[in-house]
Every structure is written in C-alpha cells, then in structure tokens.
C-alpha cells in the first residue's frame, strides 16, 4: 500500500558540515501556525500578519537562539539559524514535536522547489573562485526568470523565437559548465625539459617533485590552480621518450590519455634544442595549443631559439630560474581559457541536466513534427525529470 508523502516537513538545505549560517525549510499547513507557536518575537507581529518574503528576527523559545525566519510563500518558511548540525537538528526536533517530518535535502527541492534555481544554487555552492561565483550568482536569479519567460513564450505559440533564445543559451553552454568544472591544461614534452619545474612555478609553490634526472615524472600529477580566475587542474605528466622501463612507459600511456582529454595542451622544449624534426614529432603526436621554450637563461650568449616550431603555434620563451616569461604566460592562457564571456544579461545553462534539458527542448522543437506543448512544458518545467534528477 502507497502512502501519500506527509504534507508537514522540514529539512536542512544548507550542506552538512562547518558553516556560520545554516538553513531549516519548513514546508506545509501547519508551518506557519507552528513557527509562530516556537518562536518568541520581540515587536510580537506574528508571521500570519507578515508578506511573502518578509524576514522576522525571534528567539527560538526551546534552545534560546536567536535566529531569522523568512516567510518564503504562504505555506513555506525558511529558519537561518547558527552553522553546523547541532542548531538545525534541535529546531527539526521541535519541529518534530508538531508533527512535522524530516526530509532530505534533495527530496525537499524535489518536491517544492523550482529546478532551474535549486540546480543553480547548487552549482553557486560549488563555485571555487570569487570571478565563477559572480557569474553563478548572477544566474541564480536571472536562469528561472528566463526559464518561466520561455514557458509563458511556448504557451503564446512563440515557438520560433524559444528555438531561437535556447539556441543562444546553448552556445554559452561550455562556458556555463566550466564555472564548477574545472579546465584542465596538460604540460607535455621530453623529459628533462622543465614541466614540473613550470607547473610548480604556475602554482606559486613547490608541488611536483622536480630532479635533474630525466624521467623524473612517472604519473600525471595534479594541481588545482586559478587561473585570472578560471579554475584549472594543471596537470604535470612524465616526459615523452623512447623507454623500456616498464613503469615509464606506462607513465607516458597516462601521459599520452590526458593529452586526449585536455581542455588545453602545452607542449614543453628545452629552448637550446634546436632538432626541429624532433620537436615536429612530438608537436605531431600531441597536437598543442601552446609551445613553450623553457630554460631560456641557459642560453649562450648569441644562441639564436628557432621560435618557429612549426605549425605558427603561439610559443612563449619561459625561464623558471629567472621567471621570465612566467607572467605572459599565465595571461595568455586567461585568454586562451576563456576568448568568450557572455554579456551580464545572457543566460545559460550550467549543470549537464540543464543542459539536456535545454538540447532537448531545442531538438523537439526542431522536429518535423514538434512535441506537444505538454511535453515541451514539463522539459522546461520547474519538477525534476522522471528519475528524479536535480542535481
Ligand atoms: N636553468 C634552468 N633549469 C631549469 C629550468 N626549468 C627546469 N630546470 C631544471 O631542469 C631539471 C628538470 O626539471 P623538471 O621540472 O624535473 O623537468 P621535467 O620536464 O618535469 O622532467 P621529467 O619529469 O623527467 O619529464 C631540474 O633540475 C630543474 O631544476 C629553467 O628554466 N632554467
Ligand atoms: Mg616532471
């Protein structure tokens, strides 16, 4: 026997674990009624009497905290209370003592919270740099706005112009997912050449072990960087050679996989090597974006660097002993990571479901024969899909 889901409940939506503020949803009938029953207000305006969105600051009578309680809707609350565990659970407690039920976090956005914005406040959470939160802070009140502008366009036949703005949305939609993921920049070479070296400069520490022993590298390594900004894995990976060595070769077949799964790839030379036929063959097996021709202080004077490594690759000249070089290099990767940034009122999607959303709606859309205005409704709905996906 099915039993419908209880209509009283709670639940915390702020992560589980160290935090200042932390945040009880308290959804149903009963909620208001019950939050005014624990909750002692010093100007004794009770939340009946208070609009939606309404912010009232009280004290919790059975724990004595202060706190805040945002009147969401008419049937649906927000308690802010101290970070960490300990607060909620004592509220949900009380709670429980009315009768309301304790929810998971995702079940509480899977029923009565809007798709597009939990998806995008989740997204927000995760966002490692000042530079990716600002773009994710803005989504979150501009994405479902856009979202429901849409829907309203459907339901008034508008059909071409939804094509044509979800169109739009898509081509910002790599940009969109790497704000939580970051790129990843592979430095690839020979051996010897100063990968590590270049990594650890990057880095701004000393992260990869560096030797002057060639083949020092044997797995990739990686190091979360921010790049102007732009979160980025730099990975480290063993030099590129001729080997025997069982343990080598298995580094450079690592080496060789994450050159085929990278955002960007930096080819790495010593600047005094000037085998042009060996540096096309290792710009021809990897294929870089970026040459760098590194150890330039170890010039003689008069030496000339054949710059011109074929394939008119941009090449930076680089010296980890000195630095040089170091500075132009970050910049012009900040450029090369990200040629493109939307305008402020653009909107895109920013997690892969929102995104399948999207690419759906758009391939219904396109079809000889469309999709009812039911089915396109619900893709662009705010429930979760079937599976119940809103993450
Ligand atoms: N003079 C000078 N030495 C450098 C420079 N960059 C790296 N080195 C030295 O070159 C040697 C090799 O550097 P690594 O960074 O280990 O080179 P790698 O390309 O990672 O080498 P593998 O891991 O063996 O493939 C070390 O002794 C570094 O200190 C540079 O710009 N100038
Ligand atoms: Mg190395």
């Known amino acids: 026997m099915n039993f419908p889901p ?12 160290r935090g200042a503020v932390a945040v009880v ?20 305006k009770p939340l009946s009497s208070r609009t939606n969105q309404e912010v009232a600051y009280g004290i919790w009578k059975s724990t004595g905290e202060d706190l805040v309680v945002s009147k969401r809707g008419d049937q649906h609350f927000e308690i802010h209370c101290h970070g960490g565990t300990t607060a909620c659970q004592a509220i949900i407690r009380s709670l429980g003592s009315f009768g309301f039920f304790e929810i998971s976090a995702i079940e509480f956005a899977n029923r009565f919270q809007d798709f ?11 966002a490692t740099t000042p530079k990716t939160a600002t773009f994710l802070l803005r989504l979150v009140a501009q994405l479902p706005l856009q979202i429901q502008q849409l829907r309203n366009r459907l339901a008034a036949n508008d059909w071409d112009l939804v094509a044509e703005q979800i169109q739009t949305m898509l081509h910002w939609s790599d940009f969109g997912m790497h704000l939580t993921v970051p790129r990843s920049v592979v430095l690839c070479g020979k051996p010897n050449v100063g990968k590590s070296s270049l990594v650890n400069a990057m880095a701004g520490f000393q992260r990869a ?11 990739v390594v990686s190091q979360a960087i921010a790049i102007d900004g732009w979160p980025v894995t730099l990975k480290d990976t063993a030099g590129i050679r001729n080997s025997d060595n069982p343990i080598e070769i298995m580094g450079i077949a690592q080496a060789k996989e994450q050159i085929s799964k990278s955002d960007l790839t930096i080819c790495v030379f010593d600047a005094r090597d000037n085998s042009r036929s060996k540096q096309s063959e290792i710009i021809s097996q990897t294929k870089p974006d970026l040459i760098i021709l590194n150890k330039i202080d170890l010039l003689s004077s008069g030496q000339a660097v054949v710059e011109d490594t074929g394939g008119g690759l941009p090449t930076i000249k680089t010296s980890v002993k000195t630095n040089a070089g170091i500075r132009e290099l970050i910049d012009i990767l900040g450029t090369q990571l990200a040629p493109e940034i939307p305008s402020d009122s653009q909107t895109y999607p920013v997690t892969t479901e929102q995104n399948r959303r999207l690419a759906e709606t758009l391939a219904c859309l396109h079809q000889e024969t469309p999709a009812t205005l039911g089915k396109l409704l619900s893709l662009l709905g705010k429930q979760p899909t079937a599976d119940g996906n809103n993450a």
Do not use: F, K, M, Y
């Not at 149903?28 to 029953?37: P, V």
């Open 25 to 44: 949803a308290v959804h149903g009938s009963q909620a208001e009624a019950t939050i005014d029953e624990c909750l002692l207000i010093p100007t004794g």
């Open 6 to 17: 209880p209509s009283n409940v709670c639940s915390q939506i702020t992560p589980i674990g």
């Open 116 to 126: 597009w914005q939990v998806t995008t406040q989740l997204a927000l959470t995760q």
């Open 209 to 219: 072990i560096v030797h002057d022993v060639a083949g020092t590298t044997r797995d």
